[in-house]
């Protein structure tokens, strides 16, 4: 046998394990890996999740995940409020001298680096545990056993890693596997398989995955059989094992605990509560609820402007937001209380109360973007596709108005008074988002001109004389502290009679809670005053 048969029967390099440790990280605790002069870095976890850091790159660090570092490279690892266990080993690699090896091209010392994969994970645990327990034998023949253990650890991860690379464009092929889970999601389904079937090495395909959605695709696929539970759950009469079967959980002690660690409330409950059953209290976003076809238990009032009357809500008993605490909301047996950040008595600190003794959420969408409100509140009690027909229907309501506005509005102005016993204000906060924003109407340029809080404070006689808005439309509020009905006197004002759109009757009075009000029902009423106004 000539010499350079010969050499074709070893590696031109071999791999010696130099080290291994096995390292425990608690939560918030950082650990720094160094190896020596020329020595790699693999890093194996077991369990937990942190980030880690080597050179200018970063990698999440999650079960099963497999790195290796170049030498002369550190590797900062840390944690946040999940612990970490990982395997650390340090090795070289050895170039087997031979001057006929030395004819051919130097391989690369170590081909793989940076993040590897290793399936089945429990074969490359094993070796691990195996190379840990046995690395402090003395004995000659152990250690070489030892030894070989690595090279099998060593053959599987080059065996994986070091194939055909795969199709250039990564994202496309892993944009086709998530399309392919949405429609499949029930299947029973492994990362290693996904990737296996995308033709991608296991990292590749996690960190890709994670790029494209935000989830890893364990999350994904376990959020896309959730919410798909919880329609099944609102829908039919199933039973939770059956709905777990369905929807792709085979143990459905492990469904219902994903399902509780997701959605906060085990799937019993969750159908309970979202089902009309509920006993929700909302002030001042009744409209909301009716909306979604929930009539809340109690209903928002105020001692100077009363009730939202245009919801009809005449036998649902009142609770007046001004009385100093709100506890005696208690006795009305409410399962959840929603609020909104910018509603007065959260200001005040009055729903901390609530949390005492019944759940309070807070939705924090300002007043005007309804739209939104809706659409959390929907999502939380399940009401989704009331809420997108509810929109849906509003927009064509807003569209053929305007249509019928297109010549009765064009180039024209108004202003919206708020009138009290007090003074006259004009109002933007609650009126402009609809007149302009959804109607067209223009506010005139003395209204724009006016700062929210400018308009608030009122204006003068003088001002409104100079007004020559094309609209006004103006409404009573009833909340001073003289008598009764003395808002309109206002009106009855010599000067009143002055300003333009008065003197042309195109001054038109409307319901104040109404017009003070943001929904799908405030505003598709507000549309039909405008209309009947404004249409001949």
């Known amino acids: 046998m000539n010499n350079e048969t010969a050499s074709r029967r070893y590696p031109f390099v071999i791999y010696i394990m130099t080290g291994i440790r096995k390292l425990h990280m608690a939560p918030f605790s950082s650990e720094k890996c160094v190896g020596l002069d020329g020595e790699y870095m693999l890093f194996a976890v077991m369990d937990g999740a942190a980030e880690m850091k080597i050179g200018s790159r970063s990698y999440g660090l999650i079960r099963e995940s497999l790195i290796v570092a170049e030498p002369g490279q550190a590797a900062l690892s840390s944690t946040q409020e999940n612990s970490l266990s990982l395997y650390f080993i340090t090795f070289k690699a050895f170039r087997v001298s031979d001057i006929v ?40 023949l152990m250690r070489f056993y030892n030894h070989v253990r690595f090279e099998e650890l060593i053959r599987l ?181 929603i609020a909104r950040r910018s509603d007065y008595e959260y200001r005040t600190n009055q729903y901390e109360q609530c949390k005492r003794f019944v759940q309070t959420e807070i939705i ?62 004009v109002d933007q906060t609650y009126t402009k988002p609809f007149l302009w924003g959804d109607l067209g109407i223009v506010p005139h340029p003395m209204v724009q001109e006016l700062t929210c809080e400018a308009g608030r404070n009122g204006v003068t006689w003088e001002w409104l004389q100079g007004l020559n808005a094309d609209y006004i439309f103006f409404a009573f509020d009833k909340w001073h502290e003289q008598e009764a009905g003395s808002e309109r006197r206002q009106i009855a004002h010599p000067l009143w009679q ?24 405030a505003n598709s009423k507000k549309i039909n005053d405008v209309l009947s106004m404004l249409v001949n």
């Not at 170590?110 to 094993?126: A, K, N």
């Not at 100077?304 to 001004?322: C, I, M, T």
């Not at 333009?500 to 409307?510: K, M």
Request: glycine fraction near 4%.
């Open 101 to 140: 090896a030395l004819r051919y091209e130097s391989p690369e010392a170590f081909p793989c680096i940076g993040e590897l994969t290793c399936v089945p994970f429990s074969q490359c645990v094993d070796l691990l545990e195996a190379i840990e327990q046995h690395s402090p034998d003395e004995n000659e």
């Open 157 to 337: 991860v080059l065996q994986q890693n070091t194939r055909a690379a795969p199709a250039s464009n990564l994202r496309d092929i892993v944009k086709s596997s998530i399309d392919y889970i949405s429609g499949h999601y029930a299947d029973q389904m492994t990362v290693s398989q996904l990737a296996s079937d995308a033709n991608i090495f296991q990292w590749q395909y996690t960190r890709i995955f994670k790029e494209l959605t935000g989830q890893f695709p364990l999350e994904f696929i376990n959020k896309l059989r959730i919410d798909h539970a919880k329609q099944l759950l609102l829908k039919t009469e199933d039973r939770i094992h059956e709905i777990a079967q369905h929807v792709g959980f085979n143990n459905e002690f492990y469904f219902n605990r994903r399902f509780k660690k997701m959605e906060g409330i085990a799937p019993g409950r969750y159908r309970h509560h979202h089902r009309g059953k509920m006993r929700i209290v909302s002030l001042l976003m009744e409209d909301i609820l009716l909306t979604l076809g929930v009539t809340p238990i109690v209903q928002w009032s105020h001692a100077g402007w009363g009730r939202q009357e245009y919801l009809s809500l005449n036998a649902v008993p009142a609770f007046d937001v001004l009385q100093n605490s709100f506890e005696p909301l208690a006795t009305f047996n409410p399962d959840l209380i």
């Open 498 to 521: 002055t300003i333009p759109a008065v003197r042309n009757r195109h001054a038109f009075e409307v319901d104040f809670m109404t017009w003070m009000n943001h929904g799908y029902l």
């Open 364 to 425: 924090t969408h300002d007043d005007e973007d309804w739209h939104s409100t809706l659409r959390t509140v929907a999502n939380r009690l399940g009401r989704v596709d009331q809420a997108e027909l509810a929109i849906q229907q509003y927009e064509t309501k807003v569209s053929k108005a305007r249509s019928l506005l297109t010549h009765s509005i064009k180039n024209r102005t108004y202003a919206f008074l708020r009138i009290s016993a007090e003074c006259i204000s």
